[in-house]
């Protein structure tokens, strides 16, 4: 969270920035649920995804591959058909493992193309995070680290700009 945080804070000027929060109210996936009306937190998912212009993600790897919770909301993004899902929506994380995470976002990085978003690459981090780097408001104290993220949200709002999305909105 603290590396979404540190986002919000180093947004470029001008762009909107939410912060989804709602990863434990999703219920278990279940495609036969996947109709109309869909659970609150769903619909709250999948509204706020289709406002943005682009998404940023950002996980810790678990048992050698992405955490239940965080799978259990791709699962639920995946599904949708409407416009503004994730279906070529510019996409970067920032990976903020101390390890490295490989598998997470390898995973990640499947999910998404079988989803068919726009992966921008330049905008996708490794930040080595230890708590350490942490402020007691929980973001991060290093200067090159907010300016690595920093950048790599205006290469993705530029990305979404180029594709003729209005706005700026960053989710």
Known sequence: MAVLRTARAVAP????????????????F?????????PGAVEGLRGQIREADA??????EYAGGLPGSFKNLLDWTVGDDRAGSVYRKPVAWINA????APNAHESLRRVLGYAKSE???AACLHI????????NDGLLSDLTFRRQISDALTELAARAAGQGIEGGELR
Do not use: W, Y
């Open 30 to 38: 279940n495609p036969d649920a996947d109709t109309d009306p869909l």
């Open 13 to 28: 000027e001008g762009s909107a920035t939410f912060l989804f929060e709602g990863l434990a109210t999703l219920p278990p």
């Open 119 to 121: 992966i921008i690459e």
């Open 97 to 100: 493992s101390p390890r490295g």
């Open 55 to 60: 998404l940023l993600f950002s996980t810790p």
């Open 128 to 135: 080595p995070l230890t708590e350490a780097l942490i402020t």
